[in-house]
Protein backbone atom coordinates (compact mmCIF):
# COMPACT_ATOMS: atom_id res chain seq x y z
CA UNK A 1 0.00 0.00 0.00
CA UNK A 2 1.22 3.49 -0.61
CA UNK A 3 1.14 7.03 0.96
CA UNK A 4 -1.17 9.29 0.14
CA UNK A 5 1.95 11.50 -1.49
CA UNK A 6 3.14 8.59 -3.34
CA UNK A 7 -0.10 8.24 -4.31
CA UNK A 8 -0.48 11.87 -5.46
CA UNK A 9 2.72 11.61 -7.30
CA UNK A 10 1.85 8.52 -9.23
CA UNK A 11 -1.67 9.50 -10.25
CA UNK A 12 0.12 13.26 -11.14
CA UNK A 13 -2.63 14.24 -9.39
CA UNK A 14 -2.84 18.16 -7.78
CA UNK A 15 0.88 18.77 -8.93
CA UNK A 16 1.75 22.46 -9.48
CA UNK A 17 4.96 21.94 -9.84
CA UNK A 18 8.06 19.13 -9.70
CA UNK A 19 12.02 18.52 -10.15
CA UNK A 20 14.32 15.97 -9.43
CA UNK A 21 13.80 15.94 -5.88
CA UNK A 22 9.93 17.91 -4.65
CA UNK A 23 6.95 17.56 -5.67
CA UNK A 24 4.54 20.99 -5.01
CA UNK A 25 1.09 20.15 -5.05
CA UNK A 26 -2.78 20.73 -3.98
CA UNK A 27 -4.31 18.55 -1.46
CA UNK A 28 -8.03 17.09 -1.49
CA UNK A 29 -8.29 18.72 2.18
CA UNK A 30 -6.95 22.07 3.70
CA UNK A 31 -6.74 24.03 6.36
CA UNK A 32 -7.92 27.48 4.33
CA UNK A 33 -7.59 28.26 0.24
CA UNK A 34 -4.03 28.09 -1.07
CA UNK A 35 -2.82 25.83 1.22
CA UNK A 36 0.00 23.98 -0.43
CA UNK A 37 2.30 20.88 0.47
CA UNK A 38 6.23 20.04 -0.63
CA UNK A 39 7.28 16.43 -0.54
CA UNK A 40 9.97 14.94 -1.41
CA UNK A 41 9.87 12.45 -4.42
CA UNK A 42 11.84 10.06 -2.72
CA UNK A 43 9.86 8.00 0.20
CA UNK A 44 11.47 9.66 3.52
CA UNK A 45 8.91 8.91 6.43
CA UNK A 46 10.55 11.57 8.72
CA UNK A 47 12.86 14.98 8.29
CA UNK A 48 16.06 13.14 9.85
CA UNK A 49 16.19 11.07 7.20
CA UNK A 50 15.97 13.32 4.35
CA UNK A 51 19.34 14.03 3.23
CA UNK A 52 20.97 17.63 3.58
CA UNK A 53 20.86 18.62 -0.13
CA UNK A 54 17.11 17.44 -0.34
CA UNK A 55 16.17 19.33 2.72
CA UNK A 56 18.00 22.52 1.72
CA UNK A 57 16.15 22.61 -1.78
CA UNK A 58 12.82 21.91 0.19
CA UNK A 59 13.24 25.16 2.06
CA UNK A 60 14.52 27.25 -1.29
CA UNK A 61 11.34 25.86 -2.89
CA UNK A 62 9.12 26.44 0.40
CA UNK A 63 10.28 30.07 0.44
CA UNK A 64 9.22 30.26 -3.32
CA UNK A 65 6.20 28.77 -3.00
CA UNK A 66 5.51 30.91 -0.05
CA UNK A 67 5.89 34.26 -2.14
CA UNK A 68 4.03 32.71 -4.75
CA UNK A 69 1.03 32.51 -2.21
CA UNK A 70 1.37 35.54 -1.01
CA UNK A 71 1.26 37.33 -4.19
CA UNK A 72 -1.53 35.32 -5.51
CA UNK A 73 -3.64 35.04 -2.75
CA UNK A 74 -3.26 38.03 -1.03
CA UNK A 75 -2.36 36.65 2.92
CA UNK A 76 -1.40 38.62 4.99
CA UNK A 77 1.66 35.85 6.48
CA UNK A 78 2.37 32.13 5.87
CA UNK A 79 2.53 28.99 8.71
CA UNK A 80 5.43 26.79 7.20
CA UNK A 81 4.43 23.33 9.29
CA UNK A 82 6.28 19.71 9.46
CA UNK A 83 4.27 17.33 11.41
CA UNK A 84 7.19 15.29 12.22
CA UNK A 85 6.15 11.32 13.72
CA UNK A 86 3.19 10.13 15.15
CA UNK A 87 3.71 12.89 17.68
CA UNK A 88 4.42 15.79 15.89
CA UNK A 89 0.91 15.15 14.39
CA UNK A 90 2.01 13.62 11.05
CA UNK A 91 -0.95 11.50 9.17
CA UNK A 92 0.87 10.44 6.29
CA UNK A 93 4.08 8.76 6.63
CA UNK A 94 5.78 11.00 4.28
CA UNK A 95 7.82 13.88 4.86
CA UNK A 96 6.40 17.35 4.01
CA UNK A 97 5.74 20.57 4.68
CA UNK A 98 2.61 22.52 4.43
CA UNK A 99 2.42 25.81 3.05
CA UNK A 100 -0.95 27.48 5.02
CA UNK A 101 -1.90 30.92 4.16
CA UNK A 102 -2.76 32.62 6.71
CA UNK A 103 -5.17 36.57 7.18
CA UNK A 104 -5.76 38.26 10.25
CA UNK A 105 -8.59 37.09 12.52
CA UNK A 106 -8.87 33.51 10.43
CA UNK A 107 -9.18 32.13 13.45
CA UNK A 108 -7.17 28.52 12.44
CA UNK A 109 -5.98 26.59 15.65
CA UNK A 110 -2.51 26.70 14.78
CA UNK A 111 -0.90 28.92 17.67
CA UNK A 112 -0.69 26.89 21.93
CA UNK A 113 0.14 28.34 24.46
CA UNK A 114 3.67 27.42 26.50
CA UNK A 115 3.73 25.38 29.16
CA UNK A 116 5.27 26.46 32.72
CA UNK A 117 8.55 24.45 33.12
CA UNK A 118 10.00 23.57 36.28
CA UNK A 119 13.52 25.16 36.44
CA UNK A 120 14.90 21.28 37.09
CA UNK A 121 13.22 19.96 33.95
CA UNK A 122 14.66 23.26 31.41
CA UNK A 123 17.82 22.55 32.92
CA UNK A 124 18.24 19.19 32.06
CA UNK A 125 16.82 19.23 28.53
CA UNK A 126 19.38 22.38 28.02
CA UNK A 127 22.20 19.68 29.30
CA UNK A 128 20.78 17.28 27.26
CA UNK A 129 20.60 19.06 23.82
CA UNK A 130 23.65 21.33 24.39
CA UNK A 131 26.00 18.05 24.76
CA UNK A 132 24.30 16.92 21.31
CA UNK A 133 24.62 20.30 19.79
CA UNK A 134 28.58 19.99 20.69
CA UNK A 135 28.64 16.95 18.76
CA UNK A 136 26.90 18.33 15.89
CA UNK A 137 29.15 21.72 16.30
CA UNK A 138 32.38 18.71 16.13
CA UNK A 139 31.28 17.22 13.18
CA UNK A 140 31.38 20.93 11.04
CA UNK A 141 34.66 21.36 12.94
CA UNK A 142 36.32 17.62 11.18
CA UNK A 143 34.97 18.51 7.97
CA UNK A 144 36.69 21.83 8.09
CA UNK A 145 39.90 20.60 9.07
CA UNK A 146 40.07 18.12 6.15
CA UNK A 147 39.55 20.49 4.09
CA UNK A 148 42.64 22.68 5.29
CA UNK A 149 44.97 19.46 4.57
CA UNK A 150 44.11 18.87 1.85
CA UNK A 151 44.41 22.11 0.57
CA UNK A 152 47.88 22.26 2.16
CA UNK A 153 48.75 19.04 0.49
CA UNK A 154 47.27 20.17 -3.17
CA UNK A 155 49.73 23.37 -2.34
CA UNK A 156 52.23 21.45 -1.35
CA UNK A 157 52.15 18.91 -4.40
CA UNK A 158 52.13 21.99 -6.63
CA UNK A 159 55.13 23.97 -5.68
CA UNK A 160 57.11 21.26 -5.08
CA UNK A 161 58.34 20.94 -8.85
CA UNK A 162 57.21 24.51 -9.49
CA UNK A 163 54.51 23.63 -12.21
CA UNK A 164 50.96 23.54 -11.75
CA UNK A 165 48.96 20.63 -11.91
CA UNK A 166 46.22 20.42 -14.14
CA UNK A 167 44.05 18.06 -12.01
CA UNK A 168 45.00 19.28 -8.85
CA UNK A 169 44.12 22.89 -9.77
CA UNK A 170 40.73 20.90 -10.53
CA UNK A 171 40.26 20.13 -7.28
CA UNK A 172 40.72 23.98 -6.07
CA UNK A 173 37.47 24.46 -8.25
CA UNK A 174 35.05 21.80 -6.67
CA UNK A 175 32.78 23.17 -4.20
Known amino acids: MK ?7 ERNQGILFSDNDVVVAVKETALTPGQLTIF ?7 LEL ?3 KVLAHCA ?6 SIAIFETMGCQGTNIVIENGLSGGQNVPHFALEIIPRRENDNLPLQWLPKQLMDEEMDTAFLMLKEEGDKLVNVGKEEKKK ?6 T ?3 LITEDGKDNYLLKSLRRRP
Open 3 to 9: CDYCDLL
Open 40 to 46: TKDHFTI
Open 50 to 52: VPD
Open 60 to 65: VVANKV
Open 147 to 152: EVVLKS
Open 154 to 156: TEK
